[in-house]
């Protein structure tokens, strides 16, 4: 009580998040106003699942897949399958899900890019059996990225992937992770949201563009040409700047096939004073 005490007191916004607490735990309004507002349990996930699925339905897809890196207690996934079902009412879109993680814990870290004074070997690791018990839909794929990532499209031959969300908390696994974004067109929407969580972080952690995932996405842009993970303008140009904005990265597929499709709202015309 007394830290979300001492939290409102630091709130600048104390009374907007008093309300979208309220509307959160009441379930006010529809779906997409209360991700619209961030009323939602992890709303990053919420925004990035169902902004996937509103491309996904502009280009005419029923069908698309979210991803999980790091899955560690199950949390996060068991709240993805919550997102989904809430989308797929909202929108028709029908969404799969697949959780990433080594199922035991961390490795061992491989340099200073890992933050070793952060992050142990063995942190996280997880009930797999606890955690299936809990899911309806998602999937599970055990084993270290670097080898699960390349075998994964062709042992499940997934709908387009329309959310990515990282959690992985190295540089060497972020960085084996994002290899998957080079793939058949087919297996990614043009434009796929992604969530980094290992990217802001308190005075302990200290990330900078140098290390961890940070240091991954940078690696990764200057690679490639064709497919670059670019900073959402369109939030963190907003009055109100949540946290987790800085954490949301758009993949965007130049070459894909459909990334020149138009998606936007047909009447644009400004009316004549």
């Known amino acids: ?23 959160r735990s009441l379930r006010l ?5 209360r991700v619209e507002l961030g ?34 207690g199950g949390n996060g996934l068991v709240n993805l399958e919550a997102h989904a079902a809430e989308v797929t009412r909202a929108l028709g ?14 490795p061992e870290p491989v340099d200073h890019r890992d933050l070793p004074y952060h992050w142990k070997k063995g942190f996280y690791k997880m009930d797999v059996p606890r955690i299936t018990a809990r899911l309806h839909k998602a999937k599970l794929v055990l084993g270290e990225v670097k080898d699960t990532s390349v075998d994964f499209f062709h042992m499940f031959d997934p ?5 990515i ?17 080079v793939a058949n067109e087919k297996y990614h929407l043009p434009r796929v ?5 290992d990217t802001v972080g308190t005075e302990m952690e200290l990330y900078s563009d140098d290390i961890g995932q940070r240091l991954a996405i940078r690696e990764f842009n200057q690679a490639h040409d064709e497919i670059r993970l670019g900073l959402p303008y369109h939030l ?38």
């Not at 879109?93 to 961390?106: N, S």
């Open 29 to 33: 309004g529809d779906y997409p106003w």
């Open 159 to 163: 709908a387009p992937i329309g959310a």
């Open 193 to 197: 949201f992604t969530y980094f969580d």
């Open 93 to 106: 879109v029908e969404i799969d899900i697949y959780g990433f993680d080594t199922g035991e814990g961390l």
């Open 165 to 181: 969300f990282y959690d992985l908390d190295f540089h060497s696994s972020t960085r084996d992770a994002l290899a998957m974004l």
């Open 39 to 72: 009323a939602v349990e992890r709303p990053h996930y919420a925004y990035c699942l169902y902004h996937a699925a509103v491309l996904a339905k502009r280009l005419g897809l029923r069908r698309i897949s979210a991803i999980e890196f790091g899955v560690a």
């Open 236 to 273: 963190l140009g907003r009055r109100i700047v949540e946290s987790w904005y800085h954490q949301i990265f758009i993949a965007h597929f130049f070459r894909h096939s459909l990334y020149n499709t138009f998606v936007s709202d047909e009447d644009q015309q400004l009316p004549v004073r």
């Open 1 to 23: 009580m007394l830290a979300k005490l001492q939290s409102l007191i630091l709130d600048p916004y104390a009374v907007r998040t008093i309300a979208r607490g309220v509307i």
